[in-house]
C-alpha cells in the first residue's frame, strides 16, 4: 500500500541527507532545525525526530516561519542574478548584469562618492532582516566592510525596544542577561502585559513554558489591547487603551500603597521610590492615581484594577512579562519604566518564577567571537527612525549621496513608508543585498543577490532569554547566482584595495575554523561540530539573583548601585524624572507634528508583528500567506457606526498614508483600536493606494523623547472602499 | 497491534499554524491542498470573547466511511489500523471526500484524493508523527496506549453519539475553582 501523498522517498542511488541548521530572522527565537537534501535539493525541512523533551531544556522546536523555508526557495520573488536598474526607482523593472559588471559599478560608485563628498555620505542601513550576534553574514559582513573602508553614516538605535533599553539603562545600569524561560515553570501568577508570545515566540519554549506554569496552577492574565491568540493560554483578559499602560501601573501603585501591599524590596534595593509613591498619591501634584482616576485614561475598570494590583502584589512569585508593543510608543519609556517599578513594588525582582519585567540581553550566555571589525569607528549615526528625514530634509554635511543597504527591508520596516520611498528616490546610487525583491529593493540601483540560510554556513547564537549555540549547515548550492554577504564584500574589498584587509587571506569555512577554535578555550565546541547544537545544561538563570541577596555586594551599574526609580537621564531626555503617565497627545517640542487630530483619525492604530512573518521576511511565502488573510482588525462598534462588514475591503488613512486592505470585525479588539500587522510588502498602486497594506504606510515618523519607534501610536480613519 | 490515537489539547493551541505548514511539507503537495487545517473557534462579546483552534485532519476511523464508499476499493486499513489511499489506484471521483463526515480529505488538482496518512511510515520508525513533533506547544500527542485525560482537562464530547471510532480525542481546559491563585484572588476581593 502506498501513501497517496507524494513523500521524499529515499534510494541506495539517491540517499536523503539531514543537514542540521537554524533561521536567522530577526524573531528572537533559534530554533532546531533540519534539511532533508535529496540529488542537491532540499526536499523537506524538518525538526530533528526522536529528541526526548526534558522539563528545564525542552526542545527547540521551530514555528511555521522556520519550517515553511522550503518553499520560500522557489518563490518567483527570489533574487537569482545581480540586477541593475532600466526603469524608474521603485518601478521594479530591471536587467541581469553579470557579477563582475555589478561589483565594478558598485565599487565605481563607492570610490565616487568617497571623491565627492567623502565616505560619510554614504549610508549604511542593515537590520531586521537576516541578522545574527555573531558571524559572517548580513550586517557582520558589512560593518566589517566599512570599518576598513571608511567612517561611513550608519542607521542607530533599533525599531524593537529603544525605549526599553532605555529604561534598562537609567534604572539597572543596561541591558542584563533575563531569567531562563524556565523558571516561568515556578511562577504562580504571570502577567502577560502587551506580550502576545503565542505569536511573537521571543524564544522558542516561552509559550510552551507558560502553558506549563498554567498547568500547575499559575494564574495567567493577558492584558492588551486585543485578545491575541495568546489568550488561549490566560484566565483573564484586561483590554487596555495603548499607550496608556504607565497610566494602569500608577493606579495598581496606589492600591498597593493604599492596602499596605508595598513590599520592603523598594526600600533595599531601589532610590527614587519616594517621589514616585508621591505621585501615585498625589502628593506631588494633588491627583491620586487612583483607580477611579486610570480607568477613564486606561478603559480598565476599577475593580479590575484593584483585582489586578491584589493579584500581582499577593501571589507569589509572580512574573510580569512586557512585550515590546506597550513601548513603542509617543512616551513608551514610561511604560518601560513603570513595569520595572511595579516588578520592585511586588518584591519579585531577583527570584526564581518573578522577573524584573526589563528587556533582556541580545547576548547568548555561549558567546563566541565574531567576525572583528570597526577600527574606524563611525563617521556618525542617525536614529533608524529618521534616516528619511535626514535625507530629504538634511542638515548633515556632507549630506547623504549613497545607501548600502544589507539585510534590511528598510523602507517597509521604518515608519512612513511612502516618505522613506521617497528618500531613496532622491539618492543618487542605491545598492541592494537581498534574497527576495523586496520594496526596498525595487527602489534600488543595483540588488546583489544573496544566499539564505539554507545556502551558507555560519556560527548562530541565541538569544540572551535562551542559551544555546548552532552549528547551522549549507545544505544546498546557493540558488542561481547568489552569493553571500561575505563574499559581495570581499570582491568589493579587493576592488577597492584592501581585499587581504578584509578577508586576512580566509574563506568563510577558514572563519568559522577560526571562530570555533577561539571557542574552544571555553565551550565544547566537539558537541557543537558533531551535533550542530550546544545547549546549557544546570540550574536555570535567575536575572538579579545576586543582586537580590546581596545588594550592596552585587551593586548594578548605576550612579547608586541600585534599581533607579527616579531617572536623573530621562529627565534630559524630556520625561518626567520618575515613570509618570505621560498622554499621547502631550505637548511635544520636537519638529514634527503627531500626526493630524483625533477628531480627524478617531481610531487608534496598533502594528504588531505577525505569527506569518519575521517584520516583514517570509512575507513571499505562499504556504504562509495562505494562513490568515492580510486584514485590518476593527472592533463590532466602530465597524457599525462605519457601515463596515467582514471581508469588506476599507481604506485606511492616517497623515501619512492611505493602505486598503480587507476588514476583520471582531470581538477581540478594544473599541476604539484598530490593529494591522506589521511586515507586508508596501504596494502602492497609481493613486499612492498602499495596496499591500503595509502598516509603516499609515505610521508617523515622530520619535519617543529619547529616539524609540513609536509605530503603536498611530492614528487613523477607516471606510468602506467604494 | 495495539491503535495509537491523537490527543489534540485545544487548551494548550494557539492556533500558530506550525503543524499544518510541517504536514504541507511533508505531503508536498501543491499550494492550497493540505491534510491538516486548522478551524478558529470564536464565540462571546467583547470583552469576554472566547478563542480556541482545532486541528483537523484525518482520524483514521475504525470504520471509515470513505473506504466503504470508493468504487476503485483504493481505500484501505493496513495492520496498524491506518486508513490509506493508494494514489495509483485512486480515480479522483471524490466520493471519499463527500462521505468523510470530517472533510478529511481534499482532491488534489491532479484528480488524487489527498489525505493525512498518519505519517504511518516514520511511526513505523519510533518517531512521532510529524504535526506531533512540529508543534512547539506540545499540544498535540500520538499516543498507545492513550493516556487519562489530565486532572485540568475535560475531553470534548465533540463526537459523541456518531456512531464512529475516530482515533482522535480532543481536550479542553477544565478551570478549578477550588485551587491556586484564582482563590486567593477572591479572598483578597473580600479584604
Known amino acids: 500500500m502506498m501513501s497517496a501523498m507524494p513523500n521524499a522517498h529515499e534510494s541506495p542511488s539517491s540517499p536523503i541527507q539531514k543537514i542540521p541548521f537554524t533561521c536567522t530572522f530577526d524573531c528572537g527565537s533559534r530554533c532546531e532545525l533540519v534539511a532533508w537534501v535529496q540529488d542537491g535539493s532540499v526536499v523537506r525541512v524538518d525538526t530533528p525526530p526522536g529528541r526526548p523533551d526534558t522539563t528545564l531544556r525542552p526542545r527547540l522546536v521551530p514555528c511555521a516561519r522556520g519550517r515553511a523555508q522550503h518553499r520560500l526557495l522557489s518563490v518567483p520573488e527570489r533574487v537569482g542574478h545581480p540586477l541593475r536598474r532600466t526603469g524608474p526607482r521603485g518601478s521594479g523593472e530591471f536587467e541581469a548584469v553579470g557579477w563582475d559588471d555589478a561589483l565594478d559599478e558598485v565599487a565605481q560608485h563607492l570610490a565616487e562618492a568617497r571623491e565627492r563628498r567623502g565616505t560619510a555620505s554614504v549610508l549604511h542601513a542593515t537590520g531586521a532582516g537576516s541578522v545574527l550576534g555573531r558571524g559572517l553574514h548580513g550586517a557582520a559582513a558589512s560593518r566589517r566592510f566599512f570599518s576598513h573602508w571608511g567612517p561611513v553614516t550608519q542607521t542607530s538605535g533599533n525599531a524593537s525596544n529603544y525605549c526599553s533599553c532605555k529604561a534598562a539603562e537609567w534604572m539597572l545600569g543596561g541591558r542584563l542577561p533575563g531569567s531562563d524561560r524556565a523558571t516561568l515553570l515556578d511562577s504562580r501568577l504571570i502577567l502577560l502585559w502587551g506580550m502576545n508570545l503565542a505569536e511573537t515566540i521571543m524564544g522558542p519554549n516561552t509559550a510552551h513554558f507558560v502553558a506549563q506554569a498554567r498547568d500547575r496552577g499559575a494564574h495567567v492574565i493577558l492584558i492588551d489591547p486585543r485578545y491575541t491568540d495568546t489568550g488561549v493560554l490566560a484566565d483573564q483578559w484586561v483590554p487596555i487603551r495603548p499607550g496608556t499602560d504607565a497610566a494602569l501601573v500608577a493606579a495598581l501603585a496606589n492600591v498597593m500603597e493604599d492596602e499596605g501591599l508595598v513590599s520592603d524590596f523598594v526600600t533595599t534595593h531601589t532610590t527614587g521610590y519616594d517621589l514616585y509613591r508621591q505621585y501615585v498619591q498625589g502628593e506631588s501634584d494633588g491627583v491620586p492615581k487612583t483607580p477611579g482616576w486610570a480607568a477613564p485614561i486606561t478603559g480598565v475598570p476599577t475593580e479590575t484594577i484593584r483585582q489586578l494590583a491584589r493579584d500581582y502584589a499577593t501571589v507569589k512569585p509572580a512574573a510580569l512579562l512586557p512585550g515590546w508593543g506597550p513601548q513603542r510608543s509617543r512616551f513608551g519609556e514610561q511604560a518601560a519604566r513603570a513595569f520595572i517599578t511595579l516588578a520592585c513594588m511586588t518584591g519579585n525582582v531577583g527570584i526564581r518564577g518573578g522577573s524584573c519585567a526589563s528587556v533582556g540581553t541580545r547576548a547568548s550566555s555561549l558567546p563566541v567571537p565574531g567576525l572583528p571589525g570597526e577600527p574606524h569607528g563611525l563617521a556618525r549615526h542617525i536614529p533608524i527612525g529618521l534616516w528619511a528625514q535626514e535625507i530629504l530634509e538634511t542638515t548633515l554635511e556632507p549630506a547623504l549621496s549613497m545607501a548600502y543597504i544589507v539585510a534590511s527591508n528598510l523602507i517597509n520596516r521604518t515608519p512612513e513608508t511612502n516618505r522613506n520611498a521617497a528618500a531613496l528616490s532622491t539618492l543618487d546610487f542605491v545598492v541592494v543585498n537581498e534574497q527576495y525583491m523586496t520594496p526596498t529593493a525595487r527602489c534600488a540601483d543595483v540588488v546583489l543577490p544573496i544566499c539564505t540560510d539554507l545556502e551558507r554556513a555560519d556560527i548562530v547564537e541565541s538569544w540572551g532569554h535562551d ?49 570555533l577554535a577561539k571557542a574552544a578555550a571555553h565551550l565544547d565546541t566537539k558537541t557543537l561540530q558533531d551535533d550542530g547544537i550546544l545547549r546549557t545544561d544546570g540550574e536555570p538563570r535567575v536575572a538579579l539573583a545576586e543582586f537580590r541577596s546581596d545588594p550592596a555586594g552585587h551593586p548594578l551599574n548605576t550612579p547608586s548601585g541600585r534599581i533607579e526609580i527616579a531617572s536623573p537621564e530621562a529627565q534630559i531626555a524630556g520625561l518626567p524624572l520618575i515613570p509618570a503617565h505621560v498622554a499621547d497627545d502631550a505637548p511635544r517640542t520636537t519638529p514634527r507634528t503627531v500626526g493630524g487630530t483625533t477628531a480627524q483619525y478617531p481610531l487608534q492604530l496598533i502594528t504588531p508583528h505577525s505569527k506569518l512573518r519575521s517584520n516583514s521576511c517570509a512575507h513571499a511565502n505562499p504556504w504562509l500567506q495562505q494562513l490568515e488573510p492580510h486584514v485590518l482588525w476593527i472592533s463590532s462598534q466602530d465597524a457599525f457606526e462605519r457601515g463596515i462588514n467582514s471581508g469588506d475591503t476599507v481604506e485606511v488613512r492616517s497623515e501619512f498614508g492611505v493602505a486598503a486592505l480587507p476588514a476583520r470585525v471582531t470581538e477581540r479588539i478594544m473599541p476604539g483600536v484598530t490593529c494591522i500587522y506589521q511586515g507586508t510588502w508596501y504596494a502602492p498602486d497609481a493613486d499612492g493606494v498602499d495596496r499591500g497594506g503595509c502598516a509603516n504606510t499609515l505610521t508617523s515618523q515622530q520619535e519617543s523623547p529619547s529616539g524609540g519607534i513609536t509605530t503603536h501610536s498611530a492614528r487613523v480613519e477607516v471606510r468602506r472602499a467604494e | 497491534m495495539e491503535q495509537g490515537i491523537f490527543i489534540i489539547d485545544m487548551a494548550t493551541c494557539t492556533g500558530c499554524q506550525t503543524c499544518r505548514i510541517a504536514c504541507h511539507d511533508r505531503a508536498d503537495s501543491a499550494d492550497g491542498i493540505e491534510p491538516l487545517r486548522i478551524e478558529t473557534e470564536e464565540a462571546g462579546l467583547y470583552p469576554t470573547p472566547s478563542l480556541a483552534y482545532r486541528v483537523v485532519h484525518c482520524y483514521h476511523c475504525a470504520e471509515p466511511s470513505c473506504a466503504a464508499v ?54 513505523a520508525r519510533g518517531w512521532e508523527p510529524t504535526c506531533v513533533r512540529a508543534c512547539p506547544m506540545r499540544a498535540l500527542h500520538f499516543e498507545i496506549p492513550p493516556a487519562e ?26 478551570r478549578d475553582e477550588t485551587a491556586g491563585p484564582a482563590t486567593q484572588r477572591r479572598e483578597g476581593a473580600k479584604g
Not at chain 1, 548552532?470 to 584595495?497: I, K, M, N
Not at chain 2, 479522483?92 to 462521505?99: H, I, P, S, Y
Not at chain 2, 470534548?156 to 477544565?174: A, K, T
Request: charged share 20%.
Open chain 1, 467 to 515: 542559551s544555546h549555540l548552532f552549528y547551522s549547515r549549507q545544505a544546498v548550492p546557493p540558488h542561481d547566482e547568489a552569493r553571500t554577504d561575505y563574499w559581495v564584500f570581499s570582491q568589493l574589498a579587493q576592488r577597492l584595495g584592501f581585499g587581504f584587509e578584509y578577508t586576512q587571506g580566509r574563506t568563510e569555512t577558514e572563519w568559522i575554523d577560526l571562530i
Open chain 2, 70 to 123: 470508493c468504487p476503485v476499493a483504493a481505500i484501505s486499513q493496513d495492520a496498524a489500523g491506518w486508513v490509506l489511499i493508494d494514489a495509483a489506484a485512486c480515480t479522483g471521483c471524490g466520493a471519499c471526500a463527500d462521505a468523510c463526515p470530517f472533510h478529511a480529505i481534499t482532491l488534489a488538482d491532479e484528480g488524487i484524493a489527498v489525505k493525512c496518512d498518519g505519517c504511518h511510515d516514520e511511526v
Open chain 2, 149 to 174: 485525560v489530565p486532572k485540568n482537562r475535560i475531553a470534548d464530547p465533540c463526537f459523541d453519539g456518531q456512531g464512529i471510532e475516530p482515533r482522535v480525542v480532543y481536550l479542553r481546559w477544565r
